[in-house]
């Protein structure tokens, strides 16, 4: 899919030289320090960043949806969330309202979703799992065959985390290939079935227990991280991050 | 029966009425798009492009229409690629268009397009019939543009690089709104003036984002403010004696007080980020070739 691909703004590289393949049906997950070129991959992949060398490629009829960060979005913005979900409809019907046959596409996806009571409210009025499942719902619309979802459980509490993680299962399990980039390395990324560390390179892609090492993350992260194992599970933990102090000496 | 009486009055209250619908209608886009610094530079950047027409014999539309739409185009261009601070960026191309226009009028006069005053403020009584055909034909022209683009507007409107990556042309949308922004503009220029027509396009569309949270009703509600603030106002520039420009502006502005008296905080609440600057997008390259690849 990605073949030497090097992007860079303003002559500063931000990926470097990178191979990719997604296969279908596959559910990965991006992890990399900040800047270390997560979004401009997903961005290039969607054609939204043109490569100053190597070669980005897709099947033939391939069809992607995306769902952008939640906080790049003004969620004042005067729409519903059925309006907002029917932006993304494709059909070449002039008209500006949908036909029976998109609305109960529409109605279809948002149930898919668990939200399809939602349908009438003002997108402002939803919670941050909901406007998440709103932007995933847009995306299906188009009948994606690989989801691209930037940091899909940024700013969101650990139970809209799960909710999230496990919508996302069951839409991969329904064949869908999804890509999301994350930061959280425990919470998101170590429950994937695949993970790529990237910090402007691929340093490493595999299944976490292979990928999430000491050696992979300290050069992914610029930092010594330790991993232990937990139920199976690699925990990754940050031993510069204890302050080291008793609680007799106060707290910050 | 005074002033319908006067044809010129008739010709100008249907101009002020439709040119305020248009700009309610088109202001939508302006304002959610946190665009309003675009439209009043715009307005003056046309003023170039009037007083460059004048000069050279050029038809006023044609003329100061192509300047408008490249200076649009221009504008869109800086403002979703920030390639500079847009805002500085506009500040000197349409400040510098405007400046042209008043050095050409000094060096040259005129040459019989009309008076300068009635270009900055707007006036009634430069209103003629060929005014009211062409305000009409803009506001047809932006109907059809809105209504079959309307789900391209709105989405680009709300969120471009979504829009872009499910199929829309982003540029081509961009381009088509800023040809009917700049129409607008020009078209309404008669009227309202170059240093007032920026009000049209935003106060319509900011009292209907009070009123309402639904898009399209904002466009219709915006319309609604827009054509009324244009005929009460031409009807009180007659019987106040005051410019078209102003007194239109200031029912607008009327309108605007009420509003946001009466709505109280869900109002301001609602139109509190409509100043806010659209996310930069660059101008999309085309998507990435299609192979027969096995891999996805």
Known sequence: MLDGVTCSYGGQRVLDDVDLTIPPRQFSGIVGPSGSGRTTLLRAVTGAVRPVSGTVSRRAGLRVGYVPQVETVDWSFPVTVGECVLMARRSERPLPWPSRGEKAEVSR?????????????????????QQQRVFIARALLGRPQLLLMDEPTSGVDVKTRHEVLHLLDDLNGDGLAIVLTTHDLNGIAAHLPHLVCLNRRVIGAGPPREVLTTEVLERTYDARLEVLQHGGMPVVVDPLASLNRSPSQGRL | MAPFEFAFFRNGLAVATIAGGLCGLVGVYVVLRGMSYIGHGLSHA????????????????????????????????ITRRRVIGSDAAIGVIT???????????????????????????????????????????????????????YRALLFTTFDPEVAAVSGVNL??????????????????????????????????ATVARMLTDSFSRMLILASIIGATSGAVGMNLSYHLDVQSGPTIVLVGATAFGIVFAFTGRQGQRRAARLDAHPEPVAVLPPPPRDTERSAV
Do not use: C, K
């Open chain 2, 171 to 204: 540029a081509r949308i961009d381009a088509l709104l800023m040809l009917v922004l700049a129409a607008s503009i020009l078209a309404t220029m008669t009227v309202l003036g170059v240093t007032l027509v920026a009000a049209t396009l935003v106060i319509p």
């Open chain 1, 109 to 129: 996806v948002l149930g898919r979703l668990g939200i399809d009571a939602l349908a009438g409210r003002h997108i402002r009025e939803l919670s941050g799992g």
């Open chain 2, 95 to 149: 400040t510098a268009s405007f400046a042209l226009g008043l050095a050409l009028f000094a060096v040259f006069g005129n040459n019989g397009a009309g008076s300068f005053d009635a270009a900055l403020f707007g006036s009634i009584l430069g209103v003629g019939a060929e005014d009211v055909v062409a305000i009409t034909l803009v506001a047809v022209f932006a109907v059809a543009v809105i209504f079959l683009r």
């Open chain 2, 46 to 77: 046309i003023f170039g492009g009037f007083a460059a027409s004048a000069l050279l014999g050029v038809n006023y539309f044609l003329g100061a229409g192509v300047w408008g739409f490249a200076s649009a185009l221009m504008i869109n261009r």
